[in-house]
């Protein structure tokens, strides 16, 4: 694995259950970007150890992304009243992996696509992490654009 150094520019929000900024890093494809859910431990993992692959990866073989307009649908299924969640956004141009839109789950709207990427998630790839707290309900809604 080359080692890739990135400066973040960090925006500070105020303490949210641990993680107490946003840190953004550049992006170099301008492209729309993808993003990953996690927890701040996992998040503290990624960065000790510049790749991420989920408990799920060996069996899949690929981490379950998501587009900003779509995530509040499996976070709200998998992660429902959990207020330890960071929100990786992702450019899809440094994940150096093939990236697949492929069908969720049956709960899913018949026609949502989900980025699946094949290989390891990369620090690297990372522009963006901030916590993603549920709302009151302990829901997570669709996030504004």
Do not use: K
């Not at 301008?30 to 927890?39: E, K, W």
């Not at 900003?68 to 709200?76: F, S």
């Amino acid at each position: 694995m080359s080692s890739v150094r990135v400066r973040s520019q960090r925006t500070r929000l105020g303490a949210v259950n641990g993680l107490s900024d946003v840190e953004v890093f550049p992006d170099a494809s301008g492209g729309t970007p993808l993003v990953h859910l996690c927890s701040e431990s996992e998040w503290s993992a990624l960065r000790r150890d510049g790749e991420r692959r989920p408990p799920g990866f060996a069996a899949d073989g690929f981490v379950h992304l998501s587009t900003p307009n779509q995530v509040h649908l499996p976070a709200d299924r998998l992660f429902r009243g959990r207020n330890d969640l960071v929100l990786l956004t992702l450019d899809a141009a440094r994940l150096g992996a093939p990236v697949r839109f492929e069908p969720g789950v049956a709960d899913d709207p018949a026609d949502a696509r989900f980025p699946h990427l094949y290989g390891p998630l990369p620090l690297g790839a990372v522009i963006r992490a901030e916590p993603y707290p549920p709302g009151p309900d302990g829901r997570f809604p669709p996030r504004e654009t």
